[in-house]
């Protein structure tokens, strides 16, 4: 049963004290829960904001060939790389689930890095995880095989955990014998900032010469470095900057970007928002820029901004759920969270940079898997994922069965033979369990659907036509 401490912010940072939590993690917590106690949700209605219309275009952007070496040798590439991926069905690392031509994220990424050091004179450009504790241990020991690519850096810093709250109005830490790992919280990827103070990392990449960052998700090939945006950033002085694409019908749900009264840019996510605003924040036309949650950090005005204690202030994202979350009658709980593109607001001189699609190739599901292992990407030997030319500038969608296709045995299970060749395709979308044969073909927009009850099984060398 859940049980109330009668002072919740000492029981709060009593539970951080003793789990190990840095100063700099605490600090912060603390601070979210005094807000929450006030009665702060972290919203962001709309009457609050203004739509952000023109923004710098990296496609715009030279490189400064002269200076680019130098800058790349100050820049090290942090991915965020704390999540298991169990909304798949796996059990490990995202980042090491097997996504192109038999290479994991991680491997990508390396790929990328070292072609990035051999076009430029062969730069330090560390690669640096932000881990879990979950994802430490085995995604350090995949990196073993690239053991230069953390160059004179840790390979890695590690991001903190929270307590879940009780829903209650008092909001102590929840307590749950049956399973205590369910005690506990991610603080969502703006913890990187206390994480970067209360591990020292920060500290030593400025002591061993480091001025910029780029940050972006593990799991987001797209996320390339792009010396453009390092040369701007460089040359106009930005210290915090964030990258932001076009939003379509497919990101209505996705944090965007807006503008207060004052001109602070802000980034919004849909837990922000009142239900009254959802409309407007849903609205691509109003709202065009949605957050790629790709980063780029002046490293000095960081520290600058995040002070001696780690701490910077980022709106609170207020989640509601249940401590299990796989049974519905357990106790009500608030997790606490910030998103990293938040700091936005926060540091003075911050901006955002629009950038192509191309740099947001994110895999949250295994729709998005199965394109990216089909045809119509091509992986070049420097690590870029190109859309192949027969697309038109136009990657396909697939929409699969969630039921039978969702998990990744699942999904491997239903396509035994590798991906159907998808480069002539507009959308893919399967009804029930479908199985496919190997080299099958998919032109137009296909819809395949299995009877009740019934595996269909596509045969091999079949074409599919809309």
């Known amino acids: 049963m859940a049980t109330v401490s009668d002072d919740p912010t000492a029981a709060a940072i009593a539970k951080l004290d003793a789990d190990g939590a840095a100063a700099a993690t605490i600090a912060s917590f603390t601070g979210q829960l005094r807000r929450l106690g006030e009665g702060d949700l972290g919203m962001l209605p709309e009457a609050a904001l203004e739509p952000v219309e023109t923004l710098p275009d990296a496609e715009q952007l030279a490189v400064d060939h002269d200076a680019i070496a130098g800058l790349l040798g100050q820049t090290v590439v942090i991915k965020l790389n704390g999540g298991l991926g169990t909304s798949m069905g796996l059990a490990g690392p995202k980042s090491l689930l097997e996504v192109k031509d038999g290479l994991s994220f991680l491997d990508i990424t390396a790929r990328q890095i070292e072609a990035l050091r051999t076009e430029h004179g062969g730069a330090r450009l560390p690669l640096v995880l932000l881990n879990s504790f979950r994802t430490r241990e085995p995604s350090l020991a995949a990196l073993g095989a690239y053991r230069q690519l953390s160059a004179d850096l840790p390979a890695d810093f590690l991001q903190g955990r929270v307590p879940k709250l009780l829903d209650d109005g008092r909001f102590a830490p929840v307590d749950w014998p049956a399973d205590p790992e369910l005690e506990w919280s991610p603080p969502g990827h703006g913890d990187i900032y206390p994480a970067l103070v209360g591990s020292g990392m920060l500290a030593e990449m400025l002591t061993a010469g480091y001025r910029y960052a780029f940050v972006a998700n593990a799991d987001n090939l797209g996320a390339v470095l792009d010396p453009r945006i390092l040369c701007w950033i460089a040359s106009e002085q930005v210290p915090f900057a964030m990258e932001v694409a076009d939003r379509t019908a497919a990101d209505r749900k996705g944090g965007h970007l807006a503008r207060r009264a004052d001109g602070t840019l802000v980034l919004r996510e849909i837990a922000q928002t009142p239900d009254s605003d959802l409309g407007a924040f849903a609205d691509t036309e109003r709202h065009r820029f949605f957050n790629t949650n790709s980063i780029w950090l002046d490293l000095q005005a960081l520290s600058t901004a995040l002070g001696d204690d780690g701490v910077i202030d980022l709106p609170m994202i207020v989640n509601r759920k249940t401590v299990d979350p796989s049974d519905p009658a357990s106790a009500p709980v608030v997790q606490l969270e910030s998103a990293i593109g938040a700091a936005i607001a926060a ?120």
């Open 347 to 466: 540091i003075p001189g911050a901006g955002a940079i629009r950038v192509p699609r191309s740099r947001f190739l994110p895999v949250k599901t295994t729709d998005d898997l199965l394109v990216l292992r089909s045809d119509a990407y091509e992986l070049t030997d420097d690590g870029q994922l190109e859309l192949a030319a027969a697309c038109n500038g136009r990657a396909p969608l697939a929409e699969l069965d969630r039921e039978q296709f969702a998990l990744i045995d699942d999904f491997e299970a239903r396509f035994p033979q590798g991906p159907p060749s998808l480069i002539a395709a507009e959308r893919l979308t399967v009804i029930g369990d479908v199985s496919f044969g190997a080299e099958v073909s998919v032109s137009g927009a296909v819809t395949v659907e299995a009877a009740a009850g019934e595996q269909l099984r596509i045969d091999d060398h079949a074409t599919l036509s809309g």
